[in-house]
């Protein structure tokens, strides 16, 4: 609604800009998300940025095409990657990619739609020559992994299976399932932290290298031989029984310390939007 309402109340764009400010201030006031801040919208409002955008999607798209989807670590950060660069290809914003759920991805009759959180749809729809759908393939294999660390935590069979990839069989997601971030870091031993999201931040800073070609490069390491698991034993532990308490303080105290994470991540993404206007200028040449 907002957006027609600008497009059909054509002005310059600083009196635009102004109307959209107020119009978010009174959402915001009243606890809904600015609708001047879906990209819908700001396609409206920045014609410019919009092309830009336009002409840096084919590339996301190549980049994701490149990337492992087998070996280990290798295949495990290119899968996440690949599903990264698409999504970045939509246009969404690095924060509303950061705060998708795995519920928030699904797909609809060979489309591959993403719904943020303030209720906007992204839809990739399939190559209307070939019937093809690039995205959804992308998509299933990252799906694939968190399907397996469902049924199997931990990353020792990860490593097995990204080796010598098998069909998993996936279940519905249950509700813990479907509230966990749909991205997740990934540490240099390969262990993805469900609970955890990416950051704004980290989204900007891995498509950028991306882009630019500076990715990190994964290499594939050896498998070791299958182990003799019945010769294993399991080590006893003692666990401190203050560890809970602990545990609950420090998220509470982390809990306060963090509440102001939304204004920063709006700052963060806001300079990442013009760093990645900065690298376009700097990609497409004199």
Excluded: K
């Amino acid at each position: 609604m907002v957006a027609v309402f600008v497009h059909e109340h054509p002005a310059a764009p600083a009196t635009q800009r102004r109307l959209l400010s107020a119009i978010n201030t009174v959402h915001t006031i009243h606890g809904y998300p600015p609708p001047g801040r879906t990209e819908t919208v700001r396609r409206r409002l920045d014609g410019a940025r919009a092309q830009r955008l336009d002409r840096l999607a084919p590339l996301l798209h190549q980049r994701a095409g490149e990337l492992p989807t087998e070996g280990w670590p290798s295949g495990l950060f290119g899968r996440r990657d690949a599903l990264l660069l698409i999504l970045a290809a939509t246009r969404m914003s690095f924060t509303d990619i950061t705060r998708l759920r795995r519920r928030d991805v699904t797909v609809d009759d060979g489309v591959l739609v993403a719904t943020t959180r303030t209720g906007e749809r992204f839809r990739l729809a399939p190559d209307p020559e070939t019937s093809d759908n690039a995205a959804v393939a992308v998509y299933r294999r990252w799906a694939d992994i968190q399907s397996f660390l469902d049924q199997h935590p931990g990353t020792h069979l990860l490593r097995r299976h990204l080796a010598d990839p098998a069909e998993i069989l996936t279940d519905p997601l249950d509700a813990t399932q479907a509230r966990q971030p749909l991205l997740c870091p990934i540490d240099r031993w390969g262990h993805l932290p469900f609970a955890q999201a990416m950051t704004p931040q980290s989204v900007s800073t891995l498509v950028r290298a991306h882009l630019a070609g500076r990715a990190p490069i994964r290499t594939t390491l050896p498998v070791a031989a299958q182990e003799d698991t019945d010769t294993l034993v399991a080590p006893h532990i003692d666990l401190d029984p203050g560890y809970y308490e602990r545990g609950t303080a420090a998220r509470r105290r982390d809990h306060e310390d963090l509440a102001d994470l939304d204004d920063a991540f709006d700052e963060i993404e806001q300079r990442a939007d013009a760093l990645l206007d900065e690298l376009m200028r700097v990609l497409e040449g004199p």
